[in-house]
């Protein structure tokens, strides 16, 4: 027998031992969820409970196999008959014997996202006829059909409302979405999302199946619940639609995930669904000082819809977190990167210190600082920066036109427009550098006739882009970026990637990060010096120890270090200005701001510049973001030092 009340708090022991029925349990950051749900599962089968008439649904695998072999351990026994997996690994193994039903055999394949996509590709090949380079790609598509199908909406829906650009091509994408449904069936194979699709299906199409399994599992558990989508929500109900013991565990606070499908209003609905369920909260907190989780329960405090609750520590007294305004955005780097410096000097494991940001770009200037003075870092929310691929795009075409026999560049510019493949953009080339002057020549109609029928538009518009960026060559080189966007590649973007809008604002952050060059050539100089230096200190250390952590504050959900800085907590950066057009926008981000403030355990550092450079208008003053005004009555809970007063020995 397990001692419940020696092993678990208070609030964790309630959960535990609690009855049947439907439970709710609003678990705080760091309050030791998952200890509560294994214990929750081993409790269950203490009492009596088959482990084949559990079902524990989770979002990792990792998560998954942690609760199972921890229930194991508690329990000494084997529990693998527990049916414990992701949503769609449950989904998989629900279908391999009921497949039939749906009209594919039970021996039906598993199809991955790079598979998906060339399916898709070959159905765009099949219907779509002279619509244009515009049309967007197998992986574009595929993300637009898939955030449709995991929200429940229809596909024209939700290409008006977050494609609007695609509007024109409607018809053909509900065309080429049929004929890949179409596809899928007659192969026998199944893509991620039809996991749960079809396990849907299964249950709502067949009531027999629905019965059958809503009998079997005597209890329902699903972590993580503030992120489950529409379907997930709806299999989780039809599962415990007879037995009715469904426990869902979930901090609303921290629900940040609705671009990819999540649905908020399934744990903030819940207690309406069922009516009978009772609520826990899980406060206290083992993971931060109670200076950070004052701060914590000061800044979600404004937004409406939530369970309030009020995390509590049960670590002693720390420091308070500091709210550093710099004088700009290079004083902003100079400063996180000087800390980072001290704090390992003090003692801090380098890997216990993260930078959380809102979006890619925050981590520009950031990046570049780390890199200058030898600061070993790891990105976790992509690539670094410059060397992401439309950063690379757009400084090819610079490339071209300050040494016209950049061999790399001129191919990496030929591919990017339509029918233009490797084959035709290698003998492009080779005309090209026979040529006295490239970049003449490549403006000529000689040019264009080296090229096939198909892809001469294409190059043409090329011709006019290169022509402008002649003529601009001596200019602003962020006119330069801008022109290169706006003249076509823009387009390409929207026809390429699902995160188009991000990558936008990527490029015109860089435009403004340009204009501080005298020159192009300093400017592509740079470029390359940084890239050099990234390479030399690149590691095979790929699980970031003996590194910084930069990651979007997304990427940061569920993890925790001793020191956390979040630069730009400025308003239009955090809360992200686009953001704010979302109705619901503004709580999302204050929910994104709550995450980025429980990830510190020990110290934490919000930073912003009071001015930056704005293309068109020269330097504005910044103002500091929304949610550090709302502090404002309690800035007692803050230590606010200008970075030239910022001293180690204040602490």
């Known amino acids: 027998m397990i001692d419940y009340e020696k092993e678990l708090n ?83 193994r629900v279908l391999r014997a009921h497949a039939k039903r749906l009209g594919y055999e039970n021996n039906f394949l598993i199809i991955d996202s790079d598979d998906a996509k060339q399916m898709v590709n070959r159905c765009i090949d099949e219907t779509v006829k002279n619509d244009g380079p515009k049309f967007p790609r197998g992986d574009v598509l595929r993300g637009v ?77 699903v972590d993580e619940y503030q992120d489950t989508n529409v379907l997930q929500s709806d299999i989780t109900d039809l599962l415990a639609s007879h ?8 901090d609303d606070a ?32 083992y993971r931060s000082t109670p200076e950070i989780l004052n701060m914590a329960n000061l800044s979600i405090l404004n937004n409406e819809r939530q369970f309030k609750k009020s995390l509590r520590a049960i670590r002693p007294k720390g420091v308070l977190p500091a709210l550093v305004p710099l004088r700009n955005v290079q004083m902003q780097a100079n400063f996180v990167v000087q800390r980072i410096i001290e704090l390992i000097r003090e003692g801090y494991p ?11 770009f925050h981590s ?12 070993p870092f790891t990105i976790r929310s992509g690539i670094r920066f410059f060397e992401q691929a439309h950063i690379k795009d757009v400084t090819a075409y610079m490339r071209i036109t300050v040494n016209p026999r950049d061999e790399m560049a001129w191919k990496r510019v030929l591919c990017l427009h339509h029918r233009v ?78 995160d188009a809008t991000q990558r936008t ?65 400025a308003e239009g950066m955090i809360p992200l200005g686009r953001a704010l057009a979302d109705p619901e926008g503004e709580e999302e981000e204050r929910r994104l701001f709550y995450v980025a403030i429980t990830r510190a355990k020990d110290q934490l550092y919000l930073c912003y510049p009071t001015v930056d450079y704005r293309r068109g208008v020269g330097y504005v003053p910044v103002k500091p973001s929304r949610f550090i005004r709302e502090l404002t009555p309690a800035l007692s809970h803050l230590r606010e030092r200008p970075y030239e007063h910022w001293s180690v020995d204040e602490e």
């Not at 695998?61 to 351990?73: D, F, L, Q």
């Not at 695609?166 to 899928?184: F, N, R, S």
């Not at 037995?243 to 979930?250: L, P, Q």
């Not at 002057?437 to 882009?465: H, I, M, N, T, W």
Request: aromatic letters at 8%; one cysteine or more; charged letters at 25%.
């Open 145 to 221: 059909i898939s955030f449709s199908r995991n929200t429940d909406e229809a596909l024209a829906d939700v290409i008006e409302d977050r494609y609007p650009y695609l509007m024109p091509h409607l018809d053909a994408i509900l065309a080429v979405t049929q004929l890949y449904g179409l596809e899928k069936k007659r192969l026998n194979v199944m893509d991620f999302d039809d996991l749960l699709i079809n396990w849907r299906r299964l249950l709502v199409e067949h009531p027999d199946l629905q019965s059958s399994y809503a009998e079997r599992f005597l209890h329902v558990l």
């Open 10 to 92: 208070d609030e964790q022991c309630r959960v535990v031992l609690e009855k049947d029925g439907p439970l709710l349990v609003i678990a705080g950051a760091g309050s030791g969820k998952t200890r509560t749900l294994t214990y929750r599962v081993a409790r269950l089968i203490e009492s009596g409970n088959p482990p084949e008439r559990i079902l524990l649904a989770t979002f990792t695998n990792k998560a998954a196999r942690s609760m199972m072999s921890r229930v194991a351990a508690l329990m000494e026994m084997d529990v693998s008959r527990l049916w414990g997996g992701t949503f769609h690994h449950l989904g998989h």
């Open 243 to 250: 037995h009715r013991n469904i426990m869902v565990v979930g």
């Open 254 to 285: 921290q629900s940040i995930y609705a671009f990819r499908g999540a649905n908020y209003a399934n744990i903030m609905d819940f207690p309406e669904k069922y009516k009978e369920c009772k609520i826990y909260r899980l406060e206290v907190n």
């Open 364 to 375: 520009m200037d950031l990046q570049m600082e780390m890199t200058r003075r030898g600061i």
């Open 505 to 569: 604002d990527d490029l015109y952050q860089l435009a403004v990060f340009a204009a501080k060059f005298a020159s192009l050539e300093d400017f592509l100089q740079e470029m390359v010096l940084l890239a050099n230096i990234g390479e030399e200190g690149e590691t095979n250390d790929k699980g970031g120890e003996g590194r910084v952590i930069l990651s979007t504050i997304h990427q940061a959900k569920g993890l925790e270090w001793s020191v956390v800085f979040i630069p730009w907590c």
């Open 421 to 498: 493949g490797r084959q035709t953009a290698d003998k492009l080339w080779q005309w090209l550098a026979s040529q006295e002057e490239p970049l003449v020549a490549a403006v000529g109609d000689d040019f264009l006739r080296k090229a096939a029928q198909s892809a001469r538009p294409g190059l043409a518009k090329l011709q006019e882009l290169l022509k402008e960026l002649v003529v601009l060559e001596s200019r602003d080189i962020g006119m330069i970026i801008e022109t290169i966007l706006t003249k076509g590649y823009d387009n390409y973007l929207q026809a390429t990637f699902t």
């Open 350 to 360: 380098i890997q216990e210190i993260a930078v959380l940001y809102r979006a890619h």
